[in-house]
Structure formats: C-alpha cells, structure tokens
C-alpha cells in the first residue's frame, strides 16, 4: 500500500454483496480509474468484475475471466472497462503485447486487473486496490485501499461505500504497525496487516461484530466530499 491513510472493509454475504461492491465502486470513482485485484482462486475476483461492469451500463452476462486471452475490453454507453488477468503472465514485459501503458492512459476507462501482484512493478500509484478474503460458502471480506491523491474522490468513494454496502472505515497506523497483533509491518502483500493470519485474524471478529460503525449512516453520504 503507498498510502498510509485508510483503509475500508465490506462484508458480503453472497454473490450479489460482491458485485454490489464492485457496482458501487465503479459508480462513484470516476475515470480513468485502476482497480488491483487480489484474492485465491474463487474468493470471488470476477464476480466483483461484474459489478465493476454493471457499474458502468455494460451487461454483466459479458463479463468472465480473461485468463487465457490475459485482456478483454467492454464498452458501455459513457466508459469502457479493461478487464486483465495477470495470473499467466511470466512478468511485467509481456504487458507491452496488449499495450497496457496505452489501456492505462485511456482516460475515459475503467481498468481492473486480476491477481495485480504478479505485475506489481507496472501498476500505477493511482489506482485502489481490493483484496477479497474468502471466509466460507458465501461469506467474503473486502479490504479496499484508495491511493488517489484527490481527497474529495477517496471521501466520495469512503461515503458511497459505507451507505450502499455497509462498509467500515478505518486509520493505517504511519508507523506501519500491525492493526491485529502490533508487530512491524515489512511486507507489502498483506499490508496493512503483518500476515495472512493477522488479516485473516482481523477479518474473523469483523464478521463475528466486534466492529461497529461509528455513526448512523445517512441516505446522502455518498454524496458528500
């Protein structure tokens, strides 16, 4: 994570919570946008894309995983959405081939790339990354860090999120200490969490209630800067 802000938790509980988050996301965060995607096979990364698309008028009957053609591009009435799966890619130079640095350019576009670590050195320091947990049949956590630097857009996306999706708030300690156990954070992938344990430590008391939002949540939140 490069910024030591924020970070926002949704809980879902089904397929349709997951796209919603996605539907959501794509509705509020204006373009061009960069969407990293990470989470094991089946958490649910796709079907997060299909809310992305939904998001932006495309239907989402045309949305699968890229994995063999590594790019597909969508087009809707006001935005197109790149979807991208890095799961097959050898490294970053195979990204030149399907002409990523113009995809990600392209100002009126949505991109989302799955499994974004393996091409981590290529990705922009703009973008929000969603790491999506999988916790059960249906049960899935949402860790979304917005590293725009435009404040009124992370507010805006922070306010839509915890209205529409019932999503939680919370403070990266600027000292990179692990919000579960305290330890120093040294790793990037589990960021802002020490570990994989750690996070998903954090993500069972999350689901079980021992977090609360803070305060009521307004029907005009998502529209507040």
Do not use: Q
Request: net charge negative.
């Amino acid at each position: 994570m490069r910024r030591e802000d924020r970070f926002i938790r949704v809980e879902t509980r089904d397929e349709e919570g997951t796209e919603r988050a996605g539907e959501v996301i794509a509705e509020t965060c204006g373009t061009p946008a960069f969407i990293a995607l990470e989470g094991d096979l089946g958490a649910g990364k796709t079907r997060f894309a299909r809310g992305l698309a939904r998001g932006l008028g495309i239907p989402t009957t045309e949305i699968a995983s890229p994995t063999f053609v590594v790019h597909v591009e969508h087009f809707g009435p006001h935005r197109a959405l790149s979807h991208l799966d890095a799961y097959r890619l050898e490294g970053t130079e195979e990204l030149e081939a399907i002409g990523f640095d113009e995809i990600v350019a392209d100002r009126n576009r949505v991109v989302a790339v799955e499994w974004a670590s393996r091409i981590e050195s290529a990705l922009p320091a703009e973008r929000i990354d969603v790491r999506i947990d999988h916790r059960g049949e249906h049960l899935r956590g949402l860790t979304i860090a917005d590293h725009r630097t435009d404040a009124a857009l992370r507010r805006r996306l922070e306010s839509a999120l915890e209205a529409r999706c019932e999503g939680r708030c919370f403070t990266i300690d600027p000292d990179r200490h692990c919000p579960a156990c305290g330890a120093t954070v040294e790793a990037d992938r589990s960021r802002p969490f020490c570990s994989p344990r750690c996070r998903l430590a954090d993500l069972e008391k999350w689901f079980g209630g021992d977090y609360a939002i803070s305060r009521p949540i307004e029907l005009d939140d998502e529209l507040m800067d």
